[in-house]
């Protein structure tokens, strides 16, 4: 860990809040964001599509700038913040990975489903090559037992990782698994661990807590929420919560609180709260990037969008699985009429 800091954050809104606007971010907006964060004296801000690294498609939505330009314009409006991207083995490529790091990237997290690290051993090893600070990022950690998560992230130490990452992905995890999950990393692995939290059972901050009282060092948040689902940690409270316990982050806490005012709201389409789909996520245990595809979904076949996040949940659906939304949906409606039909 950096000298004089207790807690190393890295500000995900720029690519986690690509999902809360559908991936509309501007050269402009990116530029000033960034810009704001790296004045606030964020240490990592992660930019990319919500995907990862070649995320704009149609299945997991298009995005509106380029991602290569968004990267390029965050770089070059910082001057300390190191620019991180996300990149998810089957989505991105090593091809992606150099590409970033020319454009003066200088941290990769390779993400994966928790059960599934070995594919993420060539994209590491790059990493590593390519000389970016190289993150593990287990995915949907709710998903497997803890022994199974110690297996996979010394999977991902031994490729290399200098951190691995507990990912919260659905915002389902409880305080105490939280714990249990981040101190068996701790005793295990000899690389820092961190925590990346979402907002859906109103937890984020609690089990960022938890994750840092058990020994992670690395903590996500995303300024005013904007995440996924009901967002992350959020960042600026984090600031300020860790103060008062006397934790170093080496951020501004008022320029934070200026961003979060002045930038970040006006590009949240709506306020990111708890609503009863994104509470659905964390109760059904779905990825939180699949909240938009399903109210779409919802409307397009007449059904309740809570109904194909339960379902999601039951059928133990995980990220790149976004198609599995329109069958779902499909059955529920077809059931429905048959029911109706029945009467």
Same mark, same amino acid.
């Given at each position: ?28 907006? +990116? ?21 990862? /690294? ?19 314009? &965050? ?27 020319? /454009?003066? +990237? ?30 593990? =990022? ?5 998903? &497997? ?30 305080? %105490? ?17 961190? =925590? ?9 901050? &609690?089990?960022? /807590? ?17 995440? &996924? ?8 409270? /984090?600031?300020?919560?860790?103060? @008062? ?44 990037? =699949?909240?938009? %595809? ?43 009429? @048959? ?5």
């Amino acid at each position: 860990m950096e000298t004089g800091r207790d807690v190393l954050l890295t500000e995900v809104a720029l690519r986690d809040g690509s999902h809360a606007i559908a991936h509309q971010y501007t050269i402009e907006q +990116v530029k000033a964001v960034a810009k704001g964060l790296d004045e606030a004296g964020v240490p990592y801000i992660e930019v990319a599509h919500g995907d990862g /690294l070649s995320g704009s498609s149609l299945q997991y939505g298009l995005s509106k700038t380029d991602e290569w330009e968004l990267i390029e314009t &965050a770089v070059s409006a910082c001057t300390n913040s190191k620019i991180a991207v996300l990149l998810l083995p089957g989505i991105g490529t090593v091809k992606d990975l150099k590409r970033a790091a020319g /454009l003066g +990237v200088r941290m990769a997290r390779i993400a994966t489903h928790v059960t599934e690290a070995d594919v993420s051993a060539q994209h590491i090893n790059m990493a590593k090559d390519l000389g970016l600070e190289t993150v593990g =990022f287990l995915m949907m950690s709710h998903m &497997a037992p803890v022994s199974k998560l110690i297996e996979q992230a010394k999977l991902m130490e031994s490729y290399g990782a200098d951190v691995v990452y507990v990912v919260d992905s659905a915002g389902s995890l409880l305080p %105490h698994q939280v714990k249990e999950r981040i101190a068996a990393l701790k005793e295990n692995l000899g690389v820092e661990i961190g =925590f990346h939290a979402h907002n859906n059972l109103s937890l984020a901050m &609690a089990n960022s /807590l938890a994750a840092i009282e058990s020994g992670a060092t690395r903590i996500d948040g995303s300024i005013r929420c904007l995440g &996924a689902g009901a967002g992350n940690t959020q960042t600026e409270v /984090l600031v300020a919560v860790l103060a @008062r316990l006397g934790m170093k982050t080496g951020v501004d806490l008022y320029k934070m609180t200026d961003l979060s005012e002045n930038v970040i709201a006006p590009i949240l389409q709506a306020p990111q709260e708890i609503t009863k789909d994104s509470l659905m996520l964390g109760y059904a245990g779905v990825y939180s990037s =699949f909240l938009l %595809h399903a109210q779409r979904t919802a409307k397009k076949y007449h059904v309740d969008s809570r109904d194909i996040l339960v379902e999601l949940g039951k059928r133990n659906v995980v990220g790149g699985q976004e198609d599995m939304i329109i069958d779902v949906a499909a059955e529920i409606a077809e059931k429905a009429n @048959r029911t109706v039909e029945a009467k």
